[in-house]
């Protein structure tokens, strides 16, 4: 049975894009505007502080990594108070080596591998949506070990640099995720998945999209009357049962029709769980605002919209 992680995961289609050595000294804070990209950042060695908007401040120690799906305003700083040096990530250009803040001679107090990466996915808010604003784990070794080789891997110019970097990407997204599943977790993906009979109603609806699927049905197999499921799926979720199966549905089309494949409309339905052409596309355009042979084109890459007689 398919993992929905990985799979919405796999969907999003991360590629590194930039990455940078970090490091503060004395006395010293930045404080970066909101960039909606996803960021990541690991402490190679020492401790600052960090305050991220929305989140309670704290403290970034030796072999941390932070992941910041959707990137808000944040705050980096010594323990020292100091006036924020303001910076726009959209406007810097892309330092040709480590980026120093606070006193230039000497050692440095911390030093920090950052960087962003860029979703390729049409329905990247929606996904980013299921997930946690801020991952903050603390003593993975193996995130530090991923954090280094992708800093390595952008750095040079090797042979397949981009196909290393798109996997390895993938595998830190998947490790830093994993590691915060509990019912602990804000509503989303993580805490359904959490949660042993919500886990099996989202496993089954990936496992078989192309099933006209009822609350009543997903409650049956959780074990779980229809009204104590609905509710419980909400809470953990965050989106009531037939939202997340219409929005994961959504997102696939999309990828469908994004492709490069010679692709039938009818067989985009069929795979979504629709029966016919017209009746997704009914849906889709109502959901996504135009068409899915617009939508196709708009993408710039052939699909084709008609059904097979």
């Excluded at 040096?85 to 250009?93: E, Y």
């Excluded at 991923?146 to 990407?169: C, N």
Aim: charged share 25%; proline share 6%.
């Amino acid at each position: 049975m398919p993992d929905p992680l990985s799979q919405i995961i796999g969907l999003l289609k991360p590629r590194t894009v930039f990455s940078k050595g970090i490091a503060g000294a004395g006395r010293w804070s930045v404080r970066y505007s909101e960039f909606g990209q996803p960021g990541f950042c690991a402490v190679i060695e020492g401790r600052c502080r960090l305050a991220v908007d929305g989140e309670e401040p704290g403290t970034l120690e030796e072999g941390d990594f932070v992941l910041l799906p959707a990137t808000p305003a944040f705050t980096m700083s010594s323990f020292e108070p100091a006036t924020p040096k303001h910076i726009d990530p959209k406007a810097m250009p892309a330092p040709t080596g480590e980026v120093r803040h606070g006193r230039s001679d000497g050692p440095a107090d911390v030093r920090l591998l950052g960087g962003y990466f860029v979703f390729d996915s049409p329905d990247a808010a929606l996904l980013v949506s299921l997930l946690p604003a801020m991952v903050h784990v603390r003593g993975i070794q193996r995130l530090s070990m991923l954090v280094r080789l992708v800093g390595e891997e952008a750095s040079g110019q090797s042979i397949g640099r981009d196909l290393v970097l798109g996997r390895l990407v993938e595998v830190l997204l998947v490790e830093a995720l994993r590691t915060i599943q509990g019912k602990n977790a804000p509503p989303g993906l993580l805490r359904g998945l959490a949660d042993m009979r919500i886990s099996e109603a989202l496993r089954r609806m990936h496992d078989d999209l192309e099933r006209s699927w009822t609350v009543a049905e997903l409650a049956s197999d959780a074990g779980m009357s229809r009204s104590a499921f609905f509710d419980r799926f909400t809470r953990s979720v965050g989106l009531r049962p037939m939202e997340y199966l219409l929005a994961w549905r959504m997102a696939v089309a999309k990828d469908l029709l994004s492709g490069n494949g010679d692709i039938a409309l009818d067989e985009v339905a069929r795979r979504v769980g629709y029966g016919s052409a017209s009746t997704f596309s009914t849906a889709f355009s109502r959901h996504v605002g135009q068409s899915p042979g617009r939508y196709s084109r708009g993408k710039g890459e052939p699909v084709v919209a008609r059904t097979r007689s």
